[in-house]
Nanobody, 127 residues
Framework: QVQLAESGGGLVQAGGSLRLSCAASGRTFSTHAMGWFRQAPGKEREFVAALSWGISNTYYADSVKGRFTISRDNAKNTVNLQMNSLKPEDTAVYYC????????????????????WGQGTQVTVSS
C-alpha cells in the first residue's frame, strides 16, 4: 500500500518562499513519475509540476515556471517543491501524487494518470 504525506505548507507573504515535501511509504520514488497539483477554493485541481521517472526531467505549468522547482531525494524517498516569489494566486491546497509509469523517462501532467495521492497541505499567500 502506497502512502504519500505532504508537509511544509503554511502562511507566507507575497514574494516569500516555501518548500513542500512529500514522503512516501510502500513504494520508492525513483521508479515512478511524481507530480504536484493544487486546488484553490472554488476551482478545479490543476497541474503544477511533474518529475519523470529515472532521468528526472521536470515539467511545469506556465503559471509557476521560473518560480517553482520540483526535485527528488531518492535517499530520503521524498519529492520536494521549492516555491519562490509566491503570489496570492498561489494560495491553494497542494497535493503530491505518484504515477505508475510504463517506461524509463515517462512523466504525467494529467491528474487522471496518477495512481496515488497525498492528503494535501495548505499554502496561503497574503498580499
Amino acid at each position: 500500500q502506497v502512502q504519500l504525506a505532504e508537509s511544509g505548507g503554511g502562511l507566507v507573504q507575497a514574494g516569500g518562499s516555501l518548500r513542500l515535501s512529500c514522503a512516501a511509504s510502500g513504494r520508492t520514488f525513483s521508479t515512478h513519475a511524481m507530480g504536484w497539483f493544487r486546488q484553490a477554493p472554488g476551482k478545479e485541481r490543476e497541474f503544477v509540476a511533474a518529475l519523470s521517472w529515472g532521468i528526472s526531467n521536470t515539467y511545469y505549468a506556465d503559471s509557476v515556471k521560473g518560480r517553482f522547482t520540483i526535485s527528488r531525494d531518492n535517499a530520503k524517498n521524498t519529492v520536494n517543491l521549492q516555491m519562490n516569489s509566491l503570489k496570492p494566486e498561489d494560495t491553494a491546497v497542494y497535493y503530491c501524487a505518484l504515477a505508475d509509469c510504463p517506461y524509463y523517462g515517462c512523466y504525467r501532467t494529467t491528474q487522471n494518470d496518477y495512481n496515488y495521492w497525498g492528503q494535501g497541505t495548505q499554502v496561503t499567500v497574503s498580499s
